[in-house]
């Protein structure tokens, strides 16, 4: 069996949504690359269905069926282990034939029968703490999703809520986490510079200038992994745009933390 989250630090990174095949591989493909030049692995992320919208006309993607057959393509395409996003137990089966890692997304990380369901899938599982939850408090998160059997299972910080508008990352968590859950750690730099409801039309909005030094301070103060939603232009995105990183741009950003992981656990052994 592979384990997507036994070789640390890992990197979690696509697009935010499944979008045409050109788009979908392109991302794959420098994913890839990326991957081989700096010795991480990394596993391809896009969900087939955003069903958690802000506004009802809020682009979602092209559905299980067609989302899924695309995200096979990717695999073909890139090899890379393929994870995505399912929101209710019905789904369960068909995108545990696809994908590799299945997610839980933040809003629902206390849905019991969804986390049951994923974990019988005999897939890896990432849940994501919700913004509303202690670490302490997504050990139960974890217990529903261990007790259904799944092989491997993470946790994400994607920061926490502060007032109405925005997230702040609390950088404690990682410690926290790890010591509540007992899983690795994953932190998600994009969604924790969201602002929900902020944007354009009452969609979310974000500030992507933040991504790159709270990664880097996520790496120190001790995640296993690096959650990244990236895309060749984000301000044309169909969903997330304002908080993913620019394709670009994600080789730098990702090889710098990679440099403090390394440099921060060499500090403590030492």
């Known amino acids: 069996m592979v384990h997507h989250f036994g070789a640390t630090p890992f990197l979690i990174a696509g697009p935010c949504v499944v979008e045409s095949d050109d788009l979908n591989v392109r991302v794959g493909e420098a994913l890839a690359d990326l991957g081989a030049k700096l010795g991480v692995h990394v596993v391809y992320k896009a969900s087939y269905d955003k069903a958690n919208r802000s506004r009802l006309k809020g682009a979602r993607g092209p559905g299980l069926e067609a989302g899924l057959r695309a995200l096979e393509r990717v695999r073909a395409a890139t090899g890379l282990p393929i994870l995505t996003d399912v929101h209710e137990p019905g789904h369960v089966p068909a995108a545990a034939q696809v994908a590799d890692v299945l997610q839980i997304p933040a809003f629902l990380c206390r849905q019991t029968d969804l986390l049951v369901a994923v974990g019988r899938a005999e897939r890896a599982v990432n849940v994501k703490k919700g913004q509303w939850m202690s670490p302490e408090g997504m050990a ?21 809520f502060f007032g109405y508008g925005d997230l702040v990352v609390d950088m404690r968590n990682f410690t926290r986490l790890r010591a509540a859950c007992r899983v690795p750690v994953v932190y998600d730099a994009t969604h924790s510079v969201q602002q929900p409801g902020q944007g354009p039309d009452g969609a979310s909005g974000g500030l992507r200038d933040f991504i790159p030094p709270l990664l880097y301070a996520a790496a120190a103060a001790g995640a296993d992994g690096f959650f990244l939603e990236t895309h060749p232009d984000p301000d044309r995105a169909p969903s997330d745009g304002p908080n993913m990183v620019p394709l670009d741009q994600l080789y730098g950003v990702v090889s710098v933390a990679l440099e403090i992981w390394q440099r921060a656990r060499e500090a403590v052994r030492a």
Do not use: D, Q
Request: glycine content about 20%; overall charge neutral.
């Open 140 to 160: 139960g998160a974890v217990e529903k999703v261990r007790a259904g059997g799944a092989p491997e299972i993470a946790v994400t910080e994607r920061g926490t």
